[in-house]
T-cell receptor
C-alpha cells in the first residue's frame, strides 16, 4: 500500500517568515494530494489540494508543489501569522479511495 | 451550509462495553469515510461507504468493529467488547466527488 512520510515533525518560525513542509509518497498511482490543518480538539480542515496533472497551485499565502517523478509534494506558507499555528497533515490518494496521511507537522508561529 | 457532524463529541466507557458513534455527513455527499486518529498521529482509514454499501472495509482492525449506513446518509460505527487500545479520536469525513473529503470534529473515545 501507500506510505506517506512527512517532515519536519515540528517547525517554529517567526511571524512574517515562510514555512515549508515536505511529504513523500511511495505509490506512483496516487493522483490526489490534499493538505489539512488541524487545531487542537478539532477535525482536520482542508486548506489546499493538488492533482497529479498540475505541478503547482496557489491560494493567497498558501501554495503546494508536486514533483511526480520524485514522488514528493510540499506545502509553502508565506507571511506566516500566529493563527497559522496548528498541526498540518499531508495525504495521498488514488482518488475516490482512502487517504493515506503523513504523521503531521506541528507549526508554531512566534509573534 | 452545515458541515459534517459527529455525536457524541466525547465518550467514556469501560473495557468490555459496546459503543456506537454517529456521523451525519454533508447533505448530498454520497461517499462517507471513517478514520481513527491516535495521539500524535495522522488519521488512519477504517471504512469507506459509497451510498449504502461498504466499498472498502479493509481498515477495520478486527471483527469487533462494524459500521452501517442503512439509508445512504447517517452512518454509525459500532465497537463491541471495547479494549483500552481502542481509545482514540474517531473521525468521519464525507465527499461529493471522489476526491475532496470534508471532516467532522471527531468523537474522542476513552476506554477505561
Amino acid at each position: 500500500g501507500e506510505n506517506v512520510e512527512q517532515h519536519p515533525s515540528t517547525l517554529s518560525v517567526q511571524e512574517g517568515d515562510s514555512a515549508v513542509i515536505k511529504c513523500t509518497y511511495s505509490d506512483s498511482a496516487s493522483n490526489y494530494f490534499p493538505w489539512y490543518k488541524q487545531e487542537l480538539g478539532k477535525g482536520p480542515q482542508l486548506i489546499i489540494d493538488i492533482r497529479s496533472n498540475v505541478g503547482e497551485k496557489k491560494d493567497q499565502r498558501i501554495a503546494v508543489t508536486l514533483n511526480k517523478t520524485a514522488k514528493h509534494f510540499s506545502l509553502h506558507i508565506t507571511e506566516t501569522q500566529p493563527e497559522d499555528s496548528a498541526v498540518y497533515f499531508c495525504a495521498a490518494s488514488r482518488g475516490g479511495n482512502q487517504f493515506y496521511f503523513g504523521t503531521g507537522t506541528s507549526l508554531t508561529v512566534i509573534p | 451550509g452545515a458541515g459534517v457532524s459527529q455525536t457524541p463529541s466525547n465518550k467514556v466507557t469501560e473495557k468490555g462495553k459496546y459503543v456506537e458513534l454517529r456521523c451525519d455527513p454533508i447533505s448530498g455527499h454520497t461517499a462517507l469515510y471513517w478514520y481513527r486518529q491516535s495521539l500524535g498521529q495522522g488519521p488512519e482509514f477504517l471504512i469507506y461507504f459509497q451510498g449504502t454499501g461498504a466499498a472498502d472495509d479493509s481498515g477495520l482492525p478486527n471483527d469487533r468493529f462494524f459500521a452501517v449506513r442503512p439509508e445512504g446518509s447517517v452512518s454509525t460505527l459500532k465497537i463491541q467488547r471495547t479494549e483500552r487500545g481502542d481509545s482514540a479520536v474517531y473521525l468521519c469525513a464525507s465527499s461529493r466527488t471522489t476526491d475532496t473529503q470534508y471532516f467532522g470534529p471527531g468523537t474522542r473515545l476513552t476506554v477505561l
